[in-house]
């Protein structure tokens, strides 16, 4: 747990309680197969271009309650921190259309605010779907990327960050 990965910063004095409007990061996620999921624009769009989505990760926040992270039990959403995200957070349907600000929700995991390096990103990159003229200069075969590109379908890319990335004890935080 050497990595920020905490649901309790700020532990280090007598008190395990921290008070609401505690700026934290908090671990966000979403599932990226589900319609309307809200997703992180990462940066701020330079022209036109792909705009690139966070489903999982670390986003700034600020406590809407004070938490006590002694009494943290993962069964009981109850006593898991309540969060909303710092308003210069941007929140994109995955057709890049701004949303509303996103509620205060309860996470399972908080940590003090930090800037460094994340241990892994990664990067799903979907074709657009418009043909171009080298798709046919070759004959089809398995191995193909076909008429329209090779978009991974939702329920892979799902199944990859819940199973082989949260999954991980070093990248998922508690490895549950």
Known sequence: ???GRSRSPGRSGNSSV??????????????PAKAGSALVRTSAPAGRGPTLLQSHGWVDGVLQASYDADAF???????????????????????GKRLTAIAARRVRLIREPVKAPVLLSVLFVRWGGEYSAWMDQEEANDGDWGRFGSPPSDEYMAALIDTGILGHPRLGGDGS
């Open 1 to 3: 747990r050497g990595h």
């Open 18 to 31: 921290l008070p609401k409007g505690m700026a934290v990061q908090f671990f966000y996620e979403v599932d």
């Open 73 to 95: 039990d993962p069964q009981k959403e109850t006593t898991w921190a309540l969060v909303a995200p710092q308003k210069d957070v941007v929140f994109l349907d995955r057709h």
